[in-house]
């Protein structure tokens, strides 16, 4: 009898690893069933509010159309396939997480502030593309040699935003979304030299 | 026969629900919310540019601006912090406390009377963020603090203007590769809004050949000249970092993760250790006299690695950090750049060898290598404008300038923000990418190394 439940037990362990754990394991860790829809619209906030608000995501992870992350310091979904919101990971993408540190609205005519929770689920309305362009009635595009920290340098398929500017070898260091291995993070740059980049700023802060 | 299965096809259902549940419990555990927030409750981070070169007999200001770990998601105003900078004159004993006054663009400082003393002096800085958690930068605080060299005699090279598209051609390419995964090919990862990546950086071996890092494709490239390129498979978490190879042909990659690691690799590929690093960013990793050195952040200092294994432990890197990278000869170079002014020295200990400062038309951008070369130093810095960019390649005595030349960017992809150039005796090269794919350009400058 004793036998006979062992060897069924493991039997069906085996199996029950098998059916389940190998589809689920293909498929990520689903992060994004736990994030929330939690936001505040705001009085306006200052650039440091919104650095404070940034620096939380660091060391979270990057998912493409992606916007929500837990704070923990640890990439939850790390190796995603790359370009698919369906692996529904940790983080946010490049312009995702610029509109969330910036306070951004979702409607693209409103100027003003809102506090979109660490876990909310948001990507905004804008693409790198479009915050190169200034688009939105928040954002306007600036010379890069008159940004400040909280500003951000745009190109066409990727945005970051100044955390600390000007570094002992000239770079200045950006918290950005990067790319699903990189994560989100501090890291120095050389986007203000580099053509591809242009100067954003969020307009109206409170400092 | 129904009696001889009950017990077979108890166990199996059990053993299939005890599996399904261990790997629900883990799934939903590596995706919840409601895990420790390690930087959510943290300081946060101080932020400061070292001085690094100040000129002799003028105050130095030291600023430093802070970022504030939430305490919990929802809207929460920036903290107050307020510190203290330690100062001491170099080989003194004894730091003296100086209060952080807030300025009105909202950075704290402090600044340290003028001296003509020679050898400068040490720093670091205690903040309070009044939250109830303080920090030390660096990390090491007294054992190991930031050192400004303070300058008297420095030779000025004005640079004049960018002269943008017109650049020197290469003396030689070593080797061209396609974007893509084939062993003719060198990895890209693109794609919509996130960076356009490719090798983050290469260099250049004793014997001369060339080593990149196809960190897209975990793997490096060893090209040597008639030959073909040999692929060595290697472990890469992150998706940028950095290389340098040793003089005995030993590999070190830095691996900029979120939490970085250096890797040391034989000239094979056989790993041979890894440690990570002590703090949370770093960009560079180059060869010292005894092993390599890790340029990290917020520090902004050098870290030892050791170049045996096992690795330095990070406690023992934070209190064997130096402000200057230290290089053959017991010499060190420092380098401090802005928009309209790089200041770079050759330094012995706490004296100043050699300084030059550099001035022009063109806003300065990054300083991508300074090497020493002969008796001067051989410096790439960017100038650029709104529209357009190119780097300056100079050669600097220590009388001044003795030639120059500029290179276009062709920075396509993106590599390692410090790492497109490498001097190697007489040769700098700089690895270019443009939509087809990479090349490693030779040029040669002349001169006696």
């Known amino acids: ?77 790390p190796g995603d396939p790359v370009q698919d919101p369906n692996t529904l990971g940790e983080g946010g993408d490049c312009s995702g997480f610029t509109f969330k540190s910036w306070w951004e609205r979702a409607e693209t005519g409103d100027p003003w502030f809102r506090y979109h929770a660490w876990m909310q689920n948001v990507h905004g309305p804008y693409s790198a593309a479009d ?77 | 026969m129904r009696k001889k299965w009950r017990w077979p096809l108890a166990g199996f259902v059990l053993g299939g629900l005890v599996g399904a549940t261990v790997l629900t419990v883990n799934v939903v555990g590596a995706s919840s919310p409601e895990r420790a927030d390690v930087r959510a409750g943290g300081f946060g981070e101080i932020l400061h540019t070292p001085v690094l070169l100040a000129r002799a007999g003028q105050p130095v200001e030291l600023s430093y601006d802070v970022v504030c770990g939430a305490l919990k998601d929802e ?67 007294a054992a190991a603090p930031q050192h400004v060299w303070l300058l008297q005699d420095w030779a000025t090279v004005d640079v004049g203007a960018a002269r943008f598209g017109r650049s020197r051609t290469p003396s030689s390419v070593v080797r061209g590769f396609a974007w893509g995964r084939g062993d003719a090919a060198i990895g890209l990862d693109s794609g919509r809004e996130q960076s356009r990546i490719g090798p983050s950086a290469f260099d250049v071996a004793p014997d001369g050949s060339v080593v990149v890092l196809d960190q897209v494709n975990h793997r490096l490239v060893v090209l040597r000249r008639g030959a073909e390129a040999e692929h060595l498979p290697i472990d890469f978490s992150g998706g940028e970092g950095d290389l340098a190879v040793g003089g005995d042909g030993t590999i070190y990659v830095l691996d900029s993760s979120a939490r970085p690691v250096l890797r040391a690799f034989t000239a094979a590929g056989a790993p041979i250790a890894a440690g990570r690093l002590a703090e949370s960013t770093a960009d560079m990793v180059r060869m010292g006299p005894s092993g390599p050195l890790v340029h990290s952040y917020p520090s902004e200092m050098w870290l030892p690695t050791g170049a045996a294994r096992p690795p330095v432990a990070p406690g023992r890197q934070l209190a064997s950090a130096q ?97 497109r150039f490498r001097l190697h005796g007489s040769t700098l090269y700089q690895l270019r990418s443009d939509p087809s794919g990479i090349s490693i350009a030779e040029f040669e400058i002349g001169g006696t190394t």
């Open chain 2, 75 to 141: 809207p929460t105003s920036h903290c107050a912090p307020s510190g203290s900078v330690y100062v001491r004159p170099a080989g003194g004993s004894t730091f003296s406390r100086m209060p952080l006054e807030r300025e009105a663009d909202g950075l704290l400082s402090a600044v340290v009377p003028a001296t003509d003393a020679r050898a400068g002096f040490d720093y670091y800085v205690a903040i309070d963020n009044r939250r109830g958690r303080t920090a030390i930068l660096p990390e090491a605080g």
């Open chain 1, 131 to 207: 915050f190169k362009a200034g688009a939105g009635a928040s954002n306007v595009t600036v010379a890069k040699a008159s940004t400040t920290y909280m500003d951000a340098f745009a190109a066409s398929s990727h945005i970051g935003m100044i955390y600390w500017a000007n570094t002992a070898y000239n770079q200045d260091r950006i918290i950005e979304a990067k790319c699903e291995a990189c994560g989100t993070g501090t890291w120095p740059r050389t986007y203000r030299g580099n053509p591809d980049y242009s100067g954003v700023r969020r307009l109206y802060w409170a400092g």
């Open chain 2, 323 to 419: 402000s200057a990278r230290t290089v053959r000869g017991g010499l060190g170079v420092v380098v401090h750049a802005s928009p309209s002014e790089v200041k770079l020295a050759l330094v012995r200990g706490d004296r100043v060898e050699h300084a030059w400062m550099l001035r022009g038309e063109t806003r300065f951008g990054e300083v991508q290598l300074a090497e020493p070369y002969g008796n001067g130093m051989v410096v790439v810095v960017r100038l650029w404008n709104e529209k357009h960019a190119e780097f300056r390649v100079l050669r600097l005595a220590p009388a001044g300038l003795v030639q120059s030349f500029d290179l276009t960017p062709a920075e396509w992809a993106e590599s390692g923000s410090l790492s």
């Open chain 1, 1 to 77: 009898m004793r036998r006979g439940l062992a060897t069924g037990m493991l039997a069906g362990l085996v199996l029950g690893l098998l059916v389940i754990g190998t589809p689920a394991g293909a498929y990520h860790t689903h992060f994004q069933y736990g994030c929330n829809d939690t936001f505040y619209n705001h009085d306006p906030v200052s650039r440091a509010d919104a650095r404070d608000y940034a620096y939380i995501a660091a060391a979270e992870g990057y998912q493409w159309a992606g916007g929500c992350w837990n704070g923990n310091n640890v990439d939850d979904s």
